[in-house]
């Protein structure tokens, strides 16, 4: 994704956030069917920010297609997002 402004402007906010504050992010687009060019820099910027820490985003992300179909948690002994429940 080219780094459009807003793109940018989401990820330095992101970048200066906990992994908790993240994952509350990510749990807030949960069940969230709208769209539009604004929430695509969003999600963009929010899922580079945990590939940035290298965090594991398997669980709703294959590269192409990030899924806000359920809610995450953190886990610290694999360093990934987990689906909860």
Do not use: C
């Amino acid at each position: 994704m080219q780094h459009h402004i807003y793109y940018t402007q989401y990820a330095l906010q992101f970048a200066g956030m906990q992994i908790p504050e993240l994952v509350t992010v990510f749990n807030h687009q949960v069940g969230n069917t709208g769209w539009t060019g604004m929430r695509a820099y969003h999600d963009q910027a929010l899922i580079d920010e945990f590939l940035r820490r290298s965090i594991g985003v398997s669980a709703v992300y294959d590269g192409k297609v990030i899924s806000f179909a359920r809610l995450v948690r953190y886990d610290i002994t694999t360093n990934s997002l987990v689906i909860i429940g």
